[in-house]
């Protein structure tokens, strides 16, 4: 019987490791000395069937005899095809739960990347046209990057043609080929500007349109994405690339991409209403891959223009955009109903970005109409509606922020709807009116959003924080009207909500910027500097927005000293100056100045102008008002210095004053210089008169006691000589001239 069960029983495991091991050591011996092709192919066979299985033990003797075979029987395709088949499964990798260190193709795919030559040796395999070759070698690579994609990233720019050989791989016929050769160049060309380049040079950007625009633009499968994914790669944070993407015409090409004709959304579309007129082309809906496709377009627009790029470049790109019709293609857009609000909101940042800081388009824009309204009113009524979600509302406050960028025309426009004005009653709401409305809502969303709005009207331009003092609100029947900026700073106090403290705060510190009129209706309020130096002084360590908040507020009180006018007779500059010394202390209060650009919500909205946030929790600063800061924060510094700006102007208009008087000198000596050279030329010089002495004083005087003296070297008496002497009154003459020379070099 126990023979039987011998015979019977299964081996165990480390019997089929140790049989497995010794089988690819025959098949091993076998491949390295068979001299007949179909030998080694049977050896090649066998070795790929156990690869999986034995991934170990055919990586570690069997890799260099398969890279070897490749070399001598490349031109046969069924080995060939085996080997590389083989190479895939002992370089697959154990999983993303493995850690690199210990996952076995990783460290099979470093062994083969070493060596220079099995790199090239893939490379050159894609020249066979043949689909069993040419289509597991690009597997291969995709595996090869996923697993170590510097290494072989580094082997690619050694191995010469090695990147054209791959860009070959998107003009096959074969779409199989050409879509995971769209997965590798995807791959390859992450993060290596040096690849992006010569990628770009070979015709890259053409290739890839043309694709895009077979494939059906918007409506394209997923091949439409890899390729968008892959232009993206070649132009994020490539300067390089974008200007030849710009030079080459390729960005007009991107305009039929968004003919997008009648959308509706794809929940909404019924199977009756698709077949109703067959003859018609039907309404294409907004499926999920259209919707990524769109997406990523919207990303490659937003790369050429984004406001981090040179300047130059980026008006040249708004400028081609604008006049080759994407700009009011993407306007259009926003009118369509039921558009995804990923979209949406990504539209709105785009409209952004192109209309920044080019005044063509902000001036097209403010004259636009969308649904028989303004275009600025109907992104603002997006802004402030509190049903529209959080990522629309925060993209439409970008898109005005653009809008009013350098714009000054742009921002007395929104300012002039807040004063009282028959025209605009009659005509409906406002954009005043919309911003009003929010900034005294009770959704912190709203308040904090018109907020910032309204400190982009005012930033940078003087004559708009004059203009918005002239607004007054009557909050009760028979009582006198009060100012809209004491009636911001009553909110600051009376809010507890983080969001809608911070927004209020940057408010008031741009509307106080050079306005002394602003700071004396603020310090005019009894209530005003008590609170403010409670909120100066309510700072809790462990608490960073409240901290954040107590050095803006001391900002507040900083501005509010710098540009007084003394006006206010209880706040004086001085007694301000004084009241900050004693009551929190000069070095306390500059060092609570500069701590706030070392916050991270100070540095998170520093980074760029495109908004971060995600959450209403996330609501603190906006990306223009902490440059604003950190100029402030050395103009403050100064004036609690002691540094009088108005005795430093006086002083250098003293000092002009005393230059200019030296030129008026030197410009009539050098007429008189040229008066005597003349006199001499024509013989008619004459002596001076008997008695008639001349020290050649000059006198300039300035304001004030800068008097200064100026006497010419040397004692000019001019001595009486004979009129009909004229070599004595040459010798003179000439004398004169040289002194009078050297005293103006002097």
Known sequence: ????????????????????????????????????????????????????????????????????????????????EMVIETLLNVMASQGEDTPPETDLGVQFTEMFIKSEDNVSLLLSLLEEYDFHVRWPTVKLLILLLKNRSKDLQDRVLESPMGISKLMDLLADSREIIRNDGLLLMIKLTKNNPAIQKIVAFENAFERLLHIVSVEGNSDGGIIVEDCLSLLLNLLRNNLSNQN??????????????????????????????????????????????????????????QVLINPTNSAQSVTLCQK?????????????????????????????????????????????????????????????????????PFNIRIAALYCIQCFLYKNGKGQAAIVSTLLPNQEDIQTGVTSGQLLCAGLFSTDPVAHWLCSVTLAHCLYNNTTQHENMLLVQLELTVGQPPVHLINQVFSMLVNESNSASRFGTLMLLLHWVEESPGGVATLLNNPAFVPQ???????????????????????????????????SCQQYTKSALSHLVTHRVGKDSFVELLESASLKPLFTQASKTPHPTATTVDELALDFCFTKFYKKQIDLVTRVLDGEDDEAQKNLIDSHDQIVAGYKDLIKQQDEEINRLKQALGAGTYAAPPAGNTSDNTHRVTTAGDNTHRVTTAGDNTHRVTPAGDNTQNEAILKQQIAQMQEYSKS
Not at 369 to 384: D, G, N
Request: hydrophobic letters at 40%; proline letters at 4%; aromatic letters at 8%.
């Open 1 to 80: 019987m126990s023979f039987f069960r011998g015979f019977l029983s299964t081996p165990s495991e480390e019997e089929k490791q140790q049989g497995g091991f010794e089988t690819i050591e025959r098949l091993c011996e076998r491949l390295e000395t068979a001299t007949l092709l179909d030998d080694r192919r049977d050896a090649v066979r066998a070795l790929r069937a156990l690869s999986k299985s034995f991934q170990v033990e055919v990586g570690t003797h069997a890799m260099d005899m398969l890279i070897n075979v490749i070399k001598e029987d490349s031109s046969d395709v069924e080995i060939t």
């Open 320 to 388: 081609t955009m604008y006049t080759r019709g994407i700009y009011m293609r993407l306007m259009d857009m926003l009118l369509y109903p039921h558009l995804p609000p990923p979209i949406f909101s990504k539209l709105l940042l785009t409209v952004g970005d192109m209309i920044r800081g080019n005044d063509i388009i902000q001036q097209f824009m403010g004259e636009l109409e969308m649904s028989e309204r303004p275009a600025i009113l109907v992104i603002l009524m997006f802004m402030v509606n509190d049903k529209q």
């Open 244 to 301: 030849f993407f710009r030079e080459t015409s390729n960005i007009q090409r991107i305009t039929p991409y968004f003919e997008l004709g009648d959308l509706v959304e794809e929940e909404g579309l019924e199977g009756d209403e698709v077949e109703e007129d067959a003859g018609a082309s039907a309404p294409k809906p907004w499926g999920g891959q259209k919707q990524k496709n769109i997406l990523l377009m919207l990303d490659i627009l």
């Open 532 to 566: 403010l130096l409670e909120l100066v002084e309510n700072r809790d360590g462990e608490d960073v927005s409240q901290t954040l908040m107590s050095s803006l507020a001391a900002m507040l009180l900083g501005m509010c000293l710098k540009y007084n006018d003394n």
